[in-house]
């Protein structure tokens, strides 16, 4: 997005145009990817600049600053949250073991990492199952894969001029394997009765009630759509066809390129 804050700018200008909702709206933003003090306060007031009058809910550390020890970061973050500056701290990417020395410095609210019948891997579950230990709430973001698993993505020719193109996931190498988990889902989806999308949805709202799916569109028909996951409950038989698909189907490929740090 150009410029970087033009999304808090968004925010800031709906709220003057309604400022009924400023107290029924969460705010969550995160930082630049450094962690070192100067950074963090600097991320800070940009945010709180941008928004005006709207108070800044939750700030989140953007992945893990491999040059700045977690616990470091934390004590930096609790010291801003104390002068006010803002409500909650939240981490991201993070492997359990650093969500759980993070916690031992002060209290953590919110978890985001990528989670999704395309991105479940081993240190994901052990996140979620921290979370759930240390009562931290888990922002699983992309859950519909990056939306390779809404079915709308059925050839590398969909993502001509598209990033996600140079995903390794999405590279010609990988991209006619795991179409397979896409098209399994997919079918799913349709002896359900809902779209994939929401199949996706409601799959990571059953990891457990702190697991928050935070699906991301620009379209308003989706948007709806992808609310309206929030009530379906999926059955054993639902879940079970899904961890199924996800057995027969497995995905191929790194999340990102090869070498792009993800769990910090």
Not at 148 to 158: K, P
């Amino acid at each position: 997005m150009d410029p970087p804050e033009a999304n808090l700018d968004l925010v800031r200008r709906f709220l003057d145009a309604h400022p009924e909702y400023t107290d029924r709206m969460f705010v969550s933003v995160k930082s630049r990817s450094s962690a070192s003090e100067p950074a963090l306060r600097q991320s800070v007031a940009t945010i709180r600049q941008h928004l005006g009058g709207k108070k800044l809910d939750l700030f989140e550390c953007a992945r893990v600053d491999r040059n700045v020890p977690i616990e470091q970061a934390m004590e930096v973050m609790e010291r801003l949250r104390g002068e006010g500056l803002f409500e909650h701290i939240g981490i991201s990417e993070c492997r359990a073991e650093t969500l759980r020395r993070a916690c031992k410095v002060a209290p953590v609210a919110v978890v985001e990492i990528e989670v999704s019948p395309f991105a479940y891997e081993e240190e994901t579950k052990a996140v979620i199952a921290a979370a759930a230990e240390l009562n931290v709430a888990v922002a699983a973001y992309s859950p519909l894969g990056m939306g390779f698993l809404t079915g709308t993505i059925r050839s590398r020719a969909d993502l001509q001029g598209d990033i996600r193109s140079h995903m390794d996931k999405l590279s010609e190498k990988n991209f006619e394997n795991n179409l397979k988990l896409a098209g399994a889902l997919q079918g799913i989806a349709t002896a359900r009765g809902i779209t994939p999308a929401q199949l996706c949805i409601a799959w990571v709202s059953s990891l457990g009630p702190h697991v928050i799916p935070i699906p991301g569109s620009s379209h308003e028909s989706r948007t709806l759509e992808n609310l309206n996951a929030a009530n379906i409950v999926l059955s054993k038989e639902d879940l079970a066809a899904v961890e199924q698909a996800m057995k027969d189907n497995p995905v191929e490929g790194y999340r990102y390129q090869q070498g792009h740090p993800v769990w910090g």
